[in-house]
Structures are given as C-alpha cells and as structure tokens.
Nanobody
C-alpha cells in the first residue's frame, strides 16, 4: 500500500505564499508521476493543479501558471507545491496523488491527469483571506 502524506496547509492573506509538501515512497518519488489536485469545497469537482514526471518535467493548469511551482527534493523523497501570489480562489483542500509505476512514470496531460492517479493523500487545507 502506498501512503502519501501532505503537509504545510494553513491560512494566509491574498498575495501571500505557502509551500505544501507531500512525502512519498522512494520508488514512487523517483520513478513515478506525482500530481497536485484541489477541491474548493465539499461537493465541488476536484481540480487538477499540476504534475511532475519521472524526468522532473512539471506541467500546470492555466489558473496557477506563473504562480505555483512543483518541485522535488531528492534528499527526503518530498514533493513540493510552492504557491505564490495567492488569491481567495485558491482556497481549497489540496491533495497529492501518484500513479502506479506500471504507468511508466510519465503523466497524463492536464485535463486527464486525475485518470492516471492510483494513490491519494488525505489532503491539507489552504485558506486564503482578503
């Protein structure tokens, strides 16, 4: 069983920054596709934020491009989501997810990303206030 654990959520004002972390098993971290998703409210549709593949190539949904950055820290098997210039619309529970290794380590494109994910964390809440 693969465990993904998110951390780093909290409350900030608009224009502020937060960095979320997701710890993942070593083999998933090194060879897998890992993505970030968010759900703005219970019952609302989950939104794709972005992903990073086995080669370290990151892609993002249009609403966060230029503000969010996904990166990896090889020292401790941790994936990061650096969020800058935060807006109230960014308020959500953020989840990291990973694809099983048999998928080859490359991510499906934004718009189809969630269909390729097999493992999900429990989420961390981010609240942006004006």
């Amino acid at each position: 069983e693969v465990h993904l654990v998110e951390s780093g959520g909290g409350s900030v004002q608009t224009g502020g920054s937060l960095r979320l972390s997701c710890s993942a098993p070593f083999d998933i971290y090194i060879r897998g596709c890992i993505g970030w998703f968010r759900r703005q409210a219970p019952g609302k549709e989950r939104e794709e934020v972005g992903s990073i593949d086995r080669d370290g190539v990151a892609t993002y949904t249009d609403s966060v491009k230029g503000r969010f950055t996904i990166s990896k820290d090889a020292a401790n098997n941790t994936l990061y989501l650096q969020m800058n210039s935060l807006k109230t619309d960014d308020t959500a529970t953020y989840y990291c997810a990973a694809a099983a290794l048999h998928s080859g380590g490359y991510c499906l494109p934004i718009g189809d990303l969630s269909n390729g994910m097999d493992y999900w964390g429990k989420g961390t809440l981010v609240t942006i206030s004006s």
